[in-house]
């Protein structure tokens, strides 16, 4: 790759995705509200749905957490930790083909409903289809970088990528020269990645931030209003 397109890739598209992730987001809030939601089809082959999304949605959170903390927490945090660049590398292989086995399978059950069963297929719109299948391309990119990690333990592989997501955040502008030497599934997943935080705005992913968190710490019961118990003045007998 020239340096001029991994520039163009790794230095500048991480920002358009973010101002468009960040602006879409905000304009789609507060245009239309009424389309903020997932768009569920629970009603429509409900048991296949049940395990997919759990399956998908468990996966992913594990794997979403993971990336966040893994990429962006500073090197000398780990260092001061005692932390090796190997065990940590060791750790996101391990954790995260567990979890990208399970995203994978629920998001297979999911893309197999959404496409083959004509009742959710007709309920569902050209976003729907084309988000779920870049979620699968995408967990399926992240599960073959793995051979590749394993034949690198050395934790060099996992401290380039720290290096350019942390320098993106910072505005390092040498940030896209961390992986201009990164094999091409590894460049494929970033690539693919920013492009689904792109599309996040037009999409239903929208409705991960609209999660009740408040429910977490909700009280066990409900309060209503009490009920006047007083017995109705009895009608006297007609004369």
Request: proline fraction near 4%; charged fraction near 10%; avoid cysteine.
């Amino acid at each position: 790759m020239s340096p001029y397109l991994n520039t163009l890739l790794f230095g500048i598209y991480p920002y358009v995705a973010l101002v468009v992730l960040i602006l879409g987001t905000m304009v789609r809030y507060d245009l239309e509200q009424y389309t903020w939601r997932s768009g569920s089809s629970q009603l429509l082959r409900r048991k296949q749905l049940v395990w997919g999304s759990v399956l998908f949605h468990v996966g992913v959170l594990v794997i979403f957490f993971g990336h966040l903390i893994g990429l962006l927490t500073p090197i000398a945090v780990f260092d001061a930790l005692g932390i090796g660049h190997g065990a940590k590398q060791l750790l996101a292989v391990v954790a995260g083909g567990i979890a990208g086995i399970m995203a994978i399978a629920g998001a297979t059950m999911l893309v197999h409903r959404r496409l083959f069963d004509a009742r959710v297929r007709a309920a569902s719109s050209n976003s729907d289809t084309l988000i779920i299948i870049l979620l699968w391309i995408q967990l399926a990119l992240g599960l073959l970088t793995i051979p590749v990690s394993l034949q690198h333990l050395d934790g060099h592989e996992m401290v380039r990528f720290m290096s350019w997501a942390q320098g993106i955040f910072t505005f390092n502008l040498a940030a896209s020269s961390y992986v201009s030497g990164a094999p091409v599934v590894f460049k494929l997943h970033i690539f693919l990645g920013l492009t689904i935080l792109l599309l996040f705005p037009f999409t239903r992913l929208v409705h991960m931030l609209s999660v009740p968190v408040g429910y977490l710490w909700r009280p066990g019961y409900q309060v209503v209003r009490e009920r006047n118990h007083r017995a109705a003045p009895k009608r006297q007998p007609a004369e």
